[in-house]
């Protein structure tokens, strides 16, 4: 691991007030002052000080990720029938064990948040703080009006009504439509059978937001932490 990258995470610092640090030769190496940059160092078994202090590992440091899950991969950590599972997006990078926040199936793509702070993904998929989770569909045909109330004010599924969601029409073709759909719950493939039950099918699904948070720029595949001021707009 980098240096000023092992300072950041567990001094409480920014990477470039790390930098600042190393060169004004405050930081030492198993007892030895940096003089060169980039220095690595392994975290598990050199000593790194700053100022005289031994920098210890944050073991309970808390981790916040958004990642752009792409098609095929399941949401889990372990699955030994899986040929893709989304631990493998990004454990080689992040050590430490942390948890998807909810579920995207295989075939639905887009934000995914992982964790490694309970409190906080209860927080988020707990029905009652309703937090709405936008998905872009494509359909396989035009909703109509009568249709697009019914999801408004809820469908049932299994015998029992879905709360109200939001749903607009994005763009129609000649044999599909695009329309964005807005869902406090989670039930399992819940988007996908509140259309189903209406008579259309779902070609394509992506997950574009949640509560606040967009998925914005991030490429499919890739992933980074979230700010602390998104995590707190979720508490």
């Excluded at 007030?17 to 007892?31: F, H, P, Q, S, Y």
């Amino acid at each position: 691991m980098r240096l000023n990258k092992f300072i950041a995470e567990n001094a409480e610092v920014s990477r470039r007030r790390a930098d600042e640090l190393i060169e004004k030769k405050k930081v030492t190496v198993n007892n030895k002052v940096v003089e060169k940059m980039p220095c690595f160092v392994d975290p598990e078994n050199d000593i790194v000080k700053l100022n005289g202090d031994v920098i210890s590992i944050d073991k309970d440091r808390k981790i916040y990720i958004a990642l752009n899950k792409p098609l095929g991969y399941v949401t889990t950590l372990k699955d030994k029938y899986a040929k893709k599972i989304i631990s493998d997006l990004y454990d080689y990078k992040i050590k430490k064990r942390i948890y998807p926040v909810g579920r995207l199936d295989a075939n639905t793509t887009g934000l995914l948040l992982l964790t490694n702070d309970g409190q906080w993904s209860n927080g988020i998929m707990h029905p009652k703080h309703e937090i709405y989770k936008e998905y872009i569909a494509k359909l396989d045909k035009a909703p109509n009006k009568n249709d697009l109330n019914k999801l408004r004010t809820g469908v049932y599924l299994d015998g029992v009504k879905t709360a109200p969601s939001i749903v607009k029409v994005l763009n129609v073709y000649d044999e599909s439509s695009l329309v964005s759909i807005s869902i406090c719950e989670g039930r399992n493939h819940q988007v996908r059978n509140m259309f189903k039950v209406l008579g259309y099918k779902v070609l394509m699904l992506k997950r574009v937001k949640i509560g606040n948070l967009e998925l914005g720029p991030l490429k499919v595949g890739e992933f980074r932490k979230l700010s602390r001021e998104e995590v707190e707009s979720f508490r």
